[in-house]
């Protein structure tokens, strides 16, 4: 194919769109470019699994260190498993790509996103997402696109499109918006508590440019002569359809006319329905027409009665304004929070219940050493901030295999994190390494949510200071040809069965992440800024539930987190600190029992559970590192003598020599007749020579200097 070339600025910045050189066997391929980073995403199709009722997607987003001109670490010198940034990656491309298709589709597909070059200017993900677009239209997969993703940052009171790196560092917003032509159809949200009104203004601010790049991509198209792929929707048996629609209408809608609060005892009801259904249809004769279509499609039946329960569902909200558990559309599931659920060794932890979704989360206070190391291509070297989620599966009432966990565990406790970094104590006030581990006891919708308000509380409890506290609150929504409506608070059944789940976190004066996902081809505008601003009253009244257990950060940290003394050194002493091979600084250690991190600009952080061993190691640096001065008096010990003086540790860690000639202002004939190991003298220092060495004297000393030196040395 020959190389067709696409490109479009905004505010200066370019990207290009290269298709027709790379990957010629793939389905689809193009190469997305801007300043000097490039991503290839290739699309590729195979024929459907016997047996799948789901869209066996598979999006892979894959980094090579070579994009930055670097050479993987570790035995092995080479990629391995992908980071926690790779993963994240993987999950923004697959979430607005993955409802474009259509739902009957059963097609193994794979998206593969490389990026092959990465400058410190133009993160790759936003590129990569709007390649898989175009890279799925060019392999003829059925796909009801184009769609495309643009990152909108704000730089004083500017909104820019596809901001940098440091753009996005320095400003209050790093928000994506992902589009199709017929709305937005996905935002992943940081904010430094944004305002509701100039949130809805950067999604709209984005929106405008997806439809640029949606534009470029039916250009393309139109000058290669490819027309949008489309396929007909396979239909189910119609006789079996009615059979199933007849037995069950009622009766799913009457189990949702109760109104149950239980989760289970609803869910028993509705699979009672499905049982007597399927013994139905087991008791026709072998040659009916509907058991000879139910054993043609073994989950034929599965679906329509999916479908049935959806729509009743669905109309009795449109309809009635009821939802299935009895509650308003803006009305919340009743909340309890606790703090200090869990004893002292663990540093802060709380329990958030919402309806029948309880989380943990558990705080743990580190030291700098801590701080994670980033190994990716991304800019960031260190994150002293981890969020991590986990749900295992008795959770949700099931059982199955315990593994590492998977993108969607990554996903929502990357949420999480996004939603509380912004209210964290900067480093210099607060110098320690957060983690929270927020463990999900029981899930019925929004453990993300109950993640953030379950891990706001759990700082509070470890004395974390944090600048304001933050609550979250899931939005879903129900869309009936034109009829819409907004659902605050979802659960599980809502999610599953309706058209959105949008998550919205903040403090009282504004907004920190927001994560919104569709399952239909996209909405206009006016409905965002609406679910956004319904979220609002929803996050207030969790955040006041929420005070109301604790109102501020406690001031008393657990006994066994560590305690942190941070002290500034010219970085000249550094390596004296450290010692050859180190040496020095495990001396300090093993004397003090306290663990020290020092930076390169010269921050020391000293860590112990024993604040007076972090005290006596501070002394000692201090000592090392305190710049002296002739005429300088302090209060020592004697801790060597040699035939011509003694030495003596009059700083910790610091010593000099008292020569024999200024032991006492007569002739002294043996330094023993003076003074004796562990003897207490008063010293000034007399000079430091070229070479370093300090060389003390106890001569001309005024009593007055004397008693200061001893006053100090006792304060220290």
Same mark, same amino acid.
């Given at each position: 194919?020959?190389?067709?070339?696409?490109?479009?600025?905004?505010?200066?910045?370019?990207?290009?769109?290269?298709?027709?050189?790379?990957?010629?066997?793939?389905?689809?391929?193009?190469?997305?470019?801007?300043?000097?980073?490039?991503?290839?995403?290739?699309?590729?199709?195979?024929?459907?699994?016997?047996?799948?009722?789901?869209?066996?997607?598979?999006?892979?987003?894959?980094?090579?260190?070579?994009?930055?001109?670097?050479?993987?670490?570790?035995?092995?010198?080479?990629?391995?498993?992908?980071?926690?940034?790779?993963?994240?990656?993987?999950?923004?491309?697959?979430?607005?790509?993955?409802?474009?298709?259509?739902?009957?589709?059963?097609?193994?597909?794979?998206?593969?996103?490389?990026?092959?070059?990465?400058?410190?200017?133009?993160?790759?993900? %936003?590129?990569?997402?709007?390649? !898989?677009?175009? *890279?799925? =239209?060019? #392999?003829?997969? /059925?796909?009801?696109?184009?769609? +495309? @993703?643009?990152?909108?940052?704000?730089?004083?009171?500017?909104?820019?499109?596809?901001?940098?790196?440091?753009?996005?560092?320095?400003?209050?917003?790093?928000?994506?918006?992902?589009?199709?032509?017929?709305?937005?159809?996905?935002?992943?949200?940081?904010?430094?508590?944004?305002?509701?009104?100039?949130?809805?203004?950067?999604?709209?601010?984005?929106?405008?440019?997806?439809?640029?790049?949606?534009?470029?991509?039916?250009?393309?198209?139109?000058?290669?002569?490819?027309?949008?792929?489309?396929?007909?929707?396979?239909?189910?048996?119609?006789?079996?359809?009615?059979?199933?629609?007849?037995?069950?209408?009622?009766?799913?809608?009457?189990?949702?006319?109760?109104?149950?609060?239980?989760?289970?005892?609803?869910?028993?009801?509705?699979?009672? %329905?499905?049982?007597?259904?399927? !013994?139905?249809? *087991?008791? =026709?004769? #072998?040659?009916? /027409?509907?058991?000879?279509?139910? +054993? @043609?499609?073994?989950?034929?039946?599965?679906?329509?009665?999916?479908?049935?329960?959806?729509?009743?569902?669905?109309?009795?909200?449109?309809?009635?304004?009821?939802?299935?558990?009895?509650?308003?559309?803006?009305?919340?599931?009743?909340?309890?929070?606790?703090?200090?659920?869990?004893?002292?060794?663990?540093?802060?932890?709380?329990?958030?219940?919402?309806?029948?979704?309880?989380?943990?989360?558990?705080?743990?206070?580190?030291?700098?050493?801590?701080?994670?190391?980033?190994?990716?291509?991304?800019?960031?070297?260190?994150?002293?901030?981890?969020?991590?989620?986990?749900?295992?599966?008795?959770?949700?009432?099931?059982?199955?295999?315990?593994?590492?966990?998977?993108?969607?565990?990554?996903?929502?406790?990357?949420?999480?994190?996004?939603?509380?970094?912004?209210?964290?104590?900067?480093?210099?006030?607060?110098?320690?390494?957060?983690?929270?581990?927020?463990?999900?006891?029981?899930?019925?919708?929004?453990?993300?949510?109950?993640?953030?308000?379950?891990?706001?509380?759990?700082?509070?409890?470890?004395?974390?200071?944090?600048?304001?506290?933050?609550?979250?609150?899931?939005?879903?929504?129900?869309?009936?040809?034109?009829?819409?409506?907004?659902?605050?608070?979802?659960?599980?059944?809502?999610?599953?069965?309706?058209?959105?789940?949008?998550?919205?976190?903040?403090?009282?004066?504004?907004?920190?992440?927001?994560?919104?996902?569709?399952?239909?081809?996209?909405?206009?505008?006016?409905?965002?800024?609406?679910?956004?601003?319904?979220?609002?009253?929803?996050?207030?009244?969790?955040?006041?539930?929420?005070?109301?257990?604790?109102?501020?950060?406690?001031?008393?940290?657990?006994?066994?987190?560590?305690?942190?003394?941070?002290?500034?050194?010219?970085?000249?002493?550094?390596?004296?600190?450290?010692?050859?091979?180190?040496?020095?600084?495990?001396?300090?250690?093993?004397?003090?029992?306290?663990?020290?991190?020092?930076?390169?600009?010269?921050?020391?952080?000293?860590?112990?559970?024993?604040?007076?061993?972090?005290?006596?190691?501070?002394?000692?640096?201090?000592?090392?590192?305190?710049?002296?001065?002739?005429?300088?008096?302090?209060?020592?010990?004697?801790?060597?003598?040699?035939?011509?003086?003694?030495?003596?540790?009059?700083?910790?860690?610091?010593?000099?020599?008292?020569?024999?000639?200024?032991?006492?202002?007569?002739?002294?004939?043996?330094?023993?007749?003076?003074?004796?190991?562990?003897?207490?003298?008063?010293?000034?220092?007399?000079?430091?020579?070229?070479?370093?060495?300090?060389?003390?004297?106890?001569?001309?000393?005024?009593?007055?200097?004397?008693?200061?030196?001893?006053?100090?040395?006792?304060?220290?």
């Amino acid at each position: 194919m020959e190389e067709i070339q696409k490109s479009i600025s905004f505010d200066g910045r370019d990207i290009r769109l290269k298709i027709g050189l790379l990957a010629p066997q793939a389905g689809g391929a193009v190469l997305v470019q801007s300043e000097d980073t490039a991503v290839l995403v290739a699309a590729t199709r195979a024929s459907g699994r016997e047996g799948i009722d789901f869209l066996p997607l598979l999006v892979d987003y894959e980094e090579r260190l070579y994009a930055a001109g670097r050479i993987p670490g570790g035995f092995l010198r080479r990629e391995g498993r992908p980071p926690e940034k790779a993963t994240l990656i993987s999950r923004l491309i697959d979430r607005p790509l993955r409802p474009l298709f259509p739902g009957w589709m059963r097609d193994d597909i794979q998206v593969v996103a490389t990026t092959l070059s990465l400058d410190e200017l133009v993160p790759p993900d %936003v590129l990569a997402v709007t390649g !898989a677009s175009l *890279a799925v =239209l060019l #392999a003829q997969i /059925p796909f009801n696109g184009p769609m +495309a @993703a643009v990152r909108v940052g704000l730089v004083g009171d500017d909104f820019i499109i596809n901001p940098t790196y440091k753009e996005i560092e320095s400003g209050d917003l790093d928000l994506i918006v992902a589009g199709s032509p017929e709305g937005i159809i996905m935002v992943e949200a940081g904010a430094n508590q944004l305002p509701e009104q100039d949130m809805i203004e950067a999604i709209d601010f984005g929106y405008e440019a997806v439809r640029d790049l949606i534009q470029a991509q039916r250009d393309i198209l139109k000058e290669l002569g490819i027309e949008i792929a489309t396929a007909e929707t396979p239909e189910v048996d119609k006789t079996l359809e009615d059979f199933i629609r007849e037995r069950v209408t009622v009766p799913v809608k009457e189990v949702i006319g109760r109104f149950e609060k239980d989760k289970k005892v609803r869910e028993a009801a509705l699979d009672e %329905v499905k049982g007597s259904l399927t !013994a139905a249809i *087991a008791e =026709l004769p #072998a040659e009916d /027409p509907v058991k000879l279509a139910a +054993a @043609a499609n073994s989950k034929a039946v599965g679906n329509v009665f999916k479908d049935v329960t959806k729509v009743l569902m669905r109309r009795q909200i449109v309809e009635d304004g009821v939802r299935i558990d009895g509650r308003k559309l803006d009305e919340i599931r009743p909340i309890s929070c606790q703090v200090g659920v869990l004893p002292s060794r663990v540093h802060g932890s709380a329990l958030f219940n919402r309806g029948l979704t309880q989380v943990m989360s558990v705080v743990t206070l580190g030291t700098p050493g801590d701080a994670q190391e980033m190994d990716d291509l991304h800019p960031d070297e260190k994150k002293r901030y981890l969020h991590h989620y986990n749900m295992p599966p008795y959770s949700v009432g099931e059982t199955k295999p315990m593994r590492s966990p998977g993108r969607r565990e990554v996903g929502h406790g990357a949420l999480a994190e996004r939603a509380l970094v912004p209210i964290l104590p900067k480093k210099e006030d607060f110098p320690y390494v957060l983690r929270v581990v927020s463990e999900v006891l029981s899930s019925n919708g929004s453990t993300s949510m109950g993640s953030v308000c379950g891990s706001t509380l759990a700082l509070m409890d470890a004395g974390v200071p944090i600048l304001k506290p933050v609550s979250g609150a899931a939005m879903g929504l129900i869309k009936e040809g034109e009829e819409i409506r907004i659902l605050t608070d979802i659960q599980g059944i809502e999610d599953f069965l309706g058209d959105m789940d949008f998550k919205v976190a903040g403090t009282d004066t504004g907004i920190t992440a927001l994560q919104l996902d569709m399952k239909i081809h996209g909405l206009p505008m006016d409905v965002i800024a609406q679910a956004i601003n319904q979220a609002k009253p929803a996050r207030l009244f969790i955040l006041d539930k929420m005070m109301q257990t604790i109102n501020t950060h406690r001031t008393e940290m657990s006994p066994f987190a560590p305690r942190l003394l941070t002290i500034k050194i010219d970085p000249e002493f550094i390596g004296m600190i450290i010692g050859p091979g180190g040496k020095t600084i495990k001396g300090i250690t093993e004397e003090t029992g306290a663990k020290i991190d020092i930076e390169d600009t010269g921050i020391v952080t000293i860590s112990a559970i024993d604040g007076e061993k972090a005290k006596r190691a501070r002394s000692i640096i201090q000592g090392m590192t305190r710049k002296l001065n002739a005429g300088d008096v302090y209060a020592g010990k004697v801790t060597r003598i040699i035939p011509i003086g003694a030495f003596v540790e009059f700083l910790p860690g610091k010593e000099g020599m008292v020569h024999i000639s200024q032991l006492a202002d007569y002739r002294v004939g043996k330094v023993e007749d003076e003074v004796n190991l562990g003897d207490e003298v008063i010293v000034k220092v007399k000079e430091i020579d070229s070479r370093g060495r300090i060389n003390l004297t106890r001569l001309g000393i005024h009593p007055d200097e004397a008693t200061a030196a001893r006053e100090a040395a006792t304060q220290a």
